[in-house]
């Protein structure tokens, strides 16, 4: 009785330090996240690395690598957006023959009269550019402690996802046996679930990146061909916007397209819609769940509702949770499969051996 009390006491007190554990981790989950699939991705080509110049070298260059990786293109885009903004800047004048650059006020009352005529014959009478400006930055004003918080909590996320990045690849065989073991089955049926984890996110890695070069490369041909400013610019920024759960290369060609509308391009915003909507869209409703089902063998179906259940659920991390989640209820389902199985065909043979020694008897 007393060890049976034990035992349930210092299980209890296991589960609350874990409880505890996971809610002062709560706040990089999502980091967590992020840069465990990183490393899946990346540790093929790191092991190479470490070959050559040992882990810990090698895990620093690798983790350099991988934030050029992602932070390159980033940066790339931001050096083409502030040219192209200068060049915008440079063509936006002054009416009055002088060609001295508009200020933003003037601009914004320009914009204001150019827009307003359109605004009213769809109904919107109180059309006010100007006073939509001056609501946004008094709002601004009003949340920088909330925009300061925000940007500490995103450099907290980034610092610790890249140290869990670092370790991850420079430990990870270590990592991989005691990860084995908290998986409460046989080693080999460990190994299975863990190998569909790997399988499911260089699938989902490959569907996304792939999906959205796809995505922006279309649209921003379209661009080019229909003639819209800038349209290196706004391929890079589809390419982006495309790997971004919920939002997408919409966000970038909508407003373009009713900007074109509004210049009386009808044609042109008609051609932009139709190759958003028609080619676009269905490149990412349909080719992404299919390059994913293909590599791990699973119906489009699934991983479609997988898609878009962890995307509702959790956000842009969603992209990656909702598939690993599905693929470990699809593995832990075979595994029970055979579990049962397995004592089935024991039954049977235990069964037949009674049968035997009753009839010798």
Request: proline fraction near 5%; charged fraction near 10%; aromatic fraction near 8%.
């Amino acid at each position: 009785m007393i060890e049976r009390y034990r035992n349930f006491a210092f299980g209890l007190i296991c589960l609350v330090i874990l409880v505890l554990i996971l809610y002062m981790m709560r706040p990089f989950w999502q980091a967590a996240v992020w840069a465990i699939t990183l490393a899946i991705i990346v540790y093929p080509l790191h092991c190479r690395i470490a070959a050559r110049y040992g882990d810990t070298i090698g895990a620093i260059v690798s983790t350099l690598g991988a934030i050029l990786f992602v932070i390159g293109p980033l940066v790339l885009t931001g050096l083409l957006f502030y040219g192209e903004l200068r060049s915008v800047a440079s063509l936006v004048v002054q009416g009055d023959g002088s060609n001295k650059p508009m200020s933003v006020p003037e601009l914004i009352a320009e914009a204001d009269r150019i827009l307003r005529p359109y605004a009213q014959q769809i109904g919107f009478t109180d059309l006010s550019l100007k006073t939509m400006a001056d609501r946004w930055a008094e709002s601004l004003q009003q949340q920088t402690g909330q925009f300061l918080a925000t940007g500490v909590r995103v450099v907290l996320n980034f610092v610790f996802g890249t140290i869990l990045f670092f370790f991850l690849l420079r430990d990870g065989r270590k990592l991989q046996i005691p990860a084995l073991e908290l998986i409460p089955l046989e080693r080999d049926q460990a190994q299975r679930v863990l190998d569909s984890v790997y399988d499911m996110v260089h699938a989902t890695f490959l569907g996304v990146v792939l999906v959205a070069i796809l995505q922006g490369s279309v649209i921003g041909i379209a661009y080019w061909l229909l003639g819209v400013p800038f349209p290196f610019l706004l391929t890079l920024l589809s390419i982006l916007l495309a790997m971004v759960p919920m939002a997408g290369a919409p966000v970038l060609w909508v407003p373009i397209a009713i900007l074109l509308a509004s210049q009386g391009q009808y044609t042109k915003a008609l051609i932009l819609v139709a190759v958003g909507v028609l080619i676009v869209g269905q490149i990412d409703t349909v080719l992404k769940p299919l390059i994913i089902s293909s590599r791990i063998k699973l119906h489009p179906a699934p991983v479609f509702f997988a898609f878009l259940g962890g995307i509702v659920t959790l956000g842009p991390v969603g992209v990656i949770v909702g598939p690993v989640v599905l693929i470990v209820a699809i593995g832990a389902a075979q595994i029970l499969r055979e579990m049962a199985r397995q004592a089935a065909e024991a039954h049977g043979d235990a069964a037949g051996g009674s049968a035997e020694a009753s009839a010798d008897s």
